[in-house]
């Protein structure tokens, strides 16, 4: 039985439940919905984020993972057009931030659902004042089924009572989606499509009843079979739950035996290691991980596991950016040696890496910056590819940069 990990090999668990150091897809042979759902029963989740300069954040993980695929494949899968009449296997919900979770995770939230609506009553006004409002855009989806709020809000002003404004439209359907009385039936250029509940999920899982208790140990269960390893925060932050749920969650799990309490070397706190978690002898695998990528979404656990200190600049003002508007860490075999500014110039179809920095002691760790170029030149190329980019151009920023267009050139 394991009782102790070094720092190294608790990385290599962790990159290894999330689905990295396995062979990779390429446009010959892309990844299809089987590698797509088992990767979805490996990492349980993809954040959703709007920003779209490079990809957005829940198509780069599988990338990151997998290799080529067609995002409409995915999308298939996920973003249901409003005339989808066959439920899909997943569905968005506030897990961690806006995700997207498999459907039968749907009934694991119920309780923050719950707790939500009471919450929001008792503390919001504009809840308790738009009430009329509220029952008004059930009505509305009851009769006409899956809509935008762009399209409610435009019904509502051709009312003859009173008016409500875009905002209002809006936060209303947001509240009703955190209760979980509307939920995601798709999306148009990102936009989301509202609908009732019940025109999206099945019976089965909207008459599941999980009491608060048995929803956290199964969703710590899963944190822990993604993460492999972590603290008790660690698992706690995977899907932002309490602390003190996640503690009784952890002692449950531990009495079962799913969970196993070790030590990792250079942490100042318990951890505990998955059951079914895997220790590779090695991992190799090239990847630039999304912002939002569950690897790094936690920025004191990526400094913590990998020694790499990370922060998305994207709300930095541009002349105090010191790496770039949405750089990209970088991941070469079991650790982040730097960050790739990129962004995809659809216009002119040219994948643009607006910087590239290596991380201090990098060389002492990888070899000379060359050869790391070497390493990273065929993932960049397979990115472009993946996009639909002609080419790459680097405009030369940054310490990775020289030696990354060299080898492009080559």
Known sequence: MVDSLSAVQARRVLLAAQGFGRPTATAAKPAGTRQLNVLFDRIRLLQLDSVNVFERSHYQPVFSRLGYYDKATLDALTFRTPTTRTPGRY???WAHEAALIPLESWPLWRWKMDALSHRDAERYEWVRDNQAMLQW??????STGPVSAREIEHDANRRTGPWWGWSDVKQGLEMLFRWGEVVSAGRTRFERTY??????VPAEFRAREVSRADAHRSLVAQAAQALGV???SDLADYFRLKNVDVRAAIAELADSGELVPVIVQGWQQPAWLHRAARLPRRIQHVALLS??????????????????????EIYTPEPQRQFGYYSLPVLVDDALVGRIDLKTDRQARVLRVQ???????????TGSLGALAERIVPTL???????GMESISVTGRGTLSPVIEAELLR
């Open 381 to 387: 190329r397979e990115i472009a590819h993946w996009q």
């Open 230 to 232: 972590g603290t008790a």
């Open 91 to 93: 569905v968005e919900y």
């Open 195 to 200: 609908a009732l509940a019940e025109h999206v």
């Open 291 to 312: 912002p939002f990528d569950p690897v790094v979404w936690d920025r004191k656990r990526a400094e913590r596991m990998f020694g790499f200190h990370y922060r998305i």
């Open 137 to 142: 855009l059930r009505d509305e989806l009851a």
């Open 355 to 365: 910087s590239a920095w290596h991380d201090e002691g990098l060389e002492a760790r």
